[in-house]
């Protein structure tokens, strides 16, 4: 699954037009509520952060533009040369960098890329070059995402909560995990949608999962290390 993402988000094409196609119109809504998500859940004043598949660095930019040095790594040249911040082209399994080289690390939209045998290997890899704590987000299974999953060109997995949880407590740095669930609609529908359309779903959404968070889409997660 994760060569199969790959080589789509390698494709030249789909690197140049990836900001544009995906965060115009209601996905402006959305990459807006996906930047505040992530800065509560990291603060990155004065950090030294790891984003791990940056892609074209929108997270990257957000958190240096808070006071963090960062640096961006993907297996993608042709995503990291729409990146305005410093990054490495690299393998997330198999992490350039040397022991407890950064405060934390944050990785947006990849985790579905993982198959299941990779996963344990993935934190355990973020763990040996994070200090303090690892932020992600993972896709649930029992979501509205099953409307379209099957038709992703960059492939894609589902992950429940437990599942992942058995995962983090096979990863002997793994010190403590926190998850928040987000969003209903999921990512792809908000991008299809009209700008103010998104801004009244928005609204809906964020109400509904305070109530109902069991039909969330969207699971953030806070691992934190020895």
Same mark, same amino acid.
């Given at each position: 699954?994760?060569?199969?993402?790959?080589? *789509?988000?390698?494709?030249?094409?789909?690197?140049?037009?990836?900001?544009?196609?995906?965060?115009?119109?209601?996905?402006?809504?959305?990459?807006?509520?996906?930047?505040?998500?992530?800065?509560?859940?990291?603060?990155?004043?004065?950090?030294?952060?790891?984003?791990?598949?940056?892609?074209?660095?929108?997270?990257?930019? #957000? #958190?240096?533009?808070?006071?963090?040095?960062?640096?961006?790594?993907?297996?993608?040249?042709?995503?990291?040369?729409?990146?305005?911040?410093?990054?490495?082209?690299?393998?997330?399994?198999? /992490?350039?960098?040397?022991?407890?080289?950064?405060?934390?690390?944050?990785?947006?939209?990849? #985790?579905?890329?993982?198959?299941? &045998? $990779?996963?344990?290997?993935?934190?355990?890899?973020?763990?040996?070059?994070?200090?303090?704590?690892?932020?992600?987000?993972?896709?649930?299974?029992?979501?509205?995402?099953?409307?379209? $999953? *099957?038709?992703? &060109?960059?492939?894609?997995?589902?992950?429940?909560?437990?599942?992942?949880?058995?995962?983090?407590?096979?990863?002997?740095?793994?010190?403590?995990?926190?998850?928040?669930?987000?969003?209903?609609? &999921?990512?792809?529908?908000? $991008?299809?949608?009209? /700008?103010? #359309?998104?801004?009244?779903?928005?609204?809906?959404? $964020?109400?509904?999962?305070?109530?109902?968070? /069991?039909?969330?889409?969207?699971?953030? *997660?806070?691992?934190?290390?020895?």
């Amino acid at each position: 699954m994760f060569k199969k993402g790959q080589r *789509w988000y390698k494709i030249e094409d789909i690197a140049e037009r990836y900001d544009d196609s995906r965060f115009s119109e209601g996905g402006r809504i959305l990459n807006r509520k996906e930047q505040e998500t992530l800065l509560s859940l990291v603060d990155p004043e004065g950090k030294y952060i790891l984003d791990i598949a940056t892609g074209t660095g929108r997270f990257a930019e #957000l #958190l240096s533009k808070n006071g963090a040095d960062v640096v961006g790594l993907d297996a993608s040249r042709e995503m990291l040369k729409q990146s305005s911040v410093e990054c490495i082209q690299g393998d997330a399994l198999k /992490l350039p960098f040397k022991d407890d080289s950064f405060d934390a690390a944050v990785s947006m939209r990849f #985790l579905h890329l993982l198959d299941h &045998p $990779q996963i344990t290997d993935f934190i355990s890899e973020v763990g040996r070059v994070t200090k303090e704590k690892f932020v992600f987000e993972s896709l649930h299974p029992l979501s509205l995402r099953m409307l379209y $999953q *099957w038709a992703l &060109p960059q492939g894609s997995r589902l992950y429940s909560n437990s599942f992942l949880r058995k995962k983090f407590n096979q990863v002997k740095t793994v010190k403590g995990v926190r998850c928040e669930e987000k969003f209903i609609v &999921p990512y792809g529908i908000y $991008q299809s949608m009209p /700008l103010d #359309l998104a801004e009244e779903v928005m609204k809906i959404d $964020q109400r509904l999962v305070e109530k109902e968070n /069991l039909l969330a889409s969207t699971v953030y *997660w806070e691992v934190f290390f020895d």
